[in-house]
């Protein structure tokens, strides 16, 4: 087996946690000369699953999306529950909180980073996938999301 614990090595997405989505937004669409994204909520607890340090998680945030190239940026704001966006953002104010990557078999993704020492933060479920934080923060300088589609 490869020493590689991402077997994918694009980023396929860059999340930033904002105060303010409609601002940032508006920002992004007046310097790249684009339209304003639209944001949602997402999905509550029940469908999600959300999971932050290993406790169910009411955490919800508003999302939008932008795509550039083969790389997009997420904006996220969330609310006063507590995830990993609520804490990077109240920690470290706004900016980047993770860097993504598509990966096959998550589950087992999961396992091999935390045999190496590195955790899960916060884990789950949207419509077509799901997703997993994991804590890289001290090794990387940024949290390392994978991605996971679902097979069709």
């Not at 937004?25 to 000369?33: C, L, T």
């Not at 083969?70 to 609310?79: G, K, R």
Request: some cysteine; charged content about 25%.
């Amino acid at each position: 087996m490869d020493n590689s614990l991402i077997t994918n090595q694009v980023i396929v997405q860059i999340g930033l946690v904002v105060h303010d989505i409609e601002a940032t937004s508006q920002a992004y669409a007046k310097i790249f000369g684009i339209e304003k994204p639209k944001w949602f909520l997402t999905d509550p607890m029940e469908q999600t699953q959300c999971e932050y340090k290993g406790n169910p998680s009411e955490a919800r945030a508003k999302l939008a999306f932008l795509n550039f190239g083969q790389v997009q940026v997420e904006l996220i704001e969330p609310d006063g529950h507590s995830s990993t966006w609520r804490d990077h953002l109240d920690a470290h104010g706004e900016g980047v909180h993770h860097i993504a990557f598509m990966v096959e078999n998550m589950g087992e993704r999961v396992k091999l980073f935390e045999q190496r020492g590195i955790s899960l933060v916060q884990k789950g479920e949207y419509t077509g996938g799901r997703y997993a934080y994991l804590d890289t923060s001290n090794e990387l300088k940024v949290i390392l999301e994978l991605l996971e589609k679902d097979k069709k």
